[in-house]
């Protein structure tokens, strides 16, 4: 029996809908970067919610919008750039694997160098300054696999998070509400 991922709301209350927006962006709305501050916030909140989550983004307005259905707008304009963000992240991932796979290559050349050239040292054994000259190979080969332990280990699977928190966002049920003001407030 399979479940259905949770949903999440996720909502931000903004002046006016331009808010939203970078405003050093000139494209067109539904092209346009998201404000760092709304996408921090945004981003930050999915990432704090489980990865498979879905979510609904919920957008209250205290001004009027110029445009006669922001909806439809807000919508293309957020699928858009999470949809942007999630090629950005998985281009990094691929860069960041195959990083890997080169510094792998290159760590398992300089770790069997290095034991070897060990090896030969032990059969020499002449000597205290020889025993630590072997030591140190054999730490150094092994330090060689440091990055590709690293880059395998820990490093990719922040961005494979990431990567699934953007493909959710970017298929996020977007809805944009206007907030009344309270009486006297007008």
């Known amino acids: 029996m399979t479940t ?14 331009e808010q939203l927006f970078n405003s050093m962006d000139p494209t067109p709305f539904h092209h346009k970067d998201l404000d760092p501050d709304a996408e921090q916030f945004i ?15 919920t957008i209250h307005l205290e001004e009027q919008p110029s445009i006669a ?6 919508t293309e304009a957020l699928h858009n750039y999470f949809d942007y963000k ?37 059969k020499l054994a002449l000597g205290r300054f020889l025993g630590i000259l072997r030591e140190s190979l054999t730490i150094g080969g092994w330090v060689a696999m440091w990055r ?12 494979r998070r990431r990567l ?14 206007r907030i009344l003001a309270a009486p006297g407030k007008a």
């Open 4 to 17: 259905s991922p949770p949903r999440h709301r996720i909502e931000l209350r903004l002046r006016a809908l």
């Open 43 to 57: 981003e930050s909140w999915a990432l704090e919610f489980p990865a498979e989550s879905r979510f609904e983004i």
């Open 69 to 74: 259905d922001p909806k439809a707008l807000v």
């Open 86 to 122: 999630a090629e950005i992240t998985r281009r990094e991932l691929k860069l960041l694997l195959q990083q890997g796979r080169i510094s792998l290559a290159i760590g398992l050349a300089v770790l069997a160098l290095a034991l070897f050239a060990a090896e030969a040292l032990a």
């Open 148 to 159: 590709p332990m690293q880059i395998f280990l820990y490093d990719w699977w922040p961005l």
């Open 164 to 177: 699934g928190v953007y493909r959710n966002l970017a298929r996020a049920h977007v809805t944009v509400e």
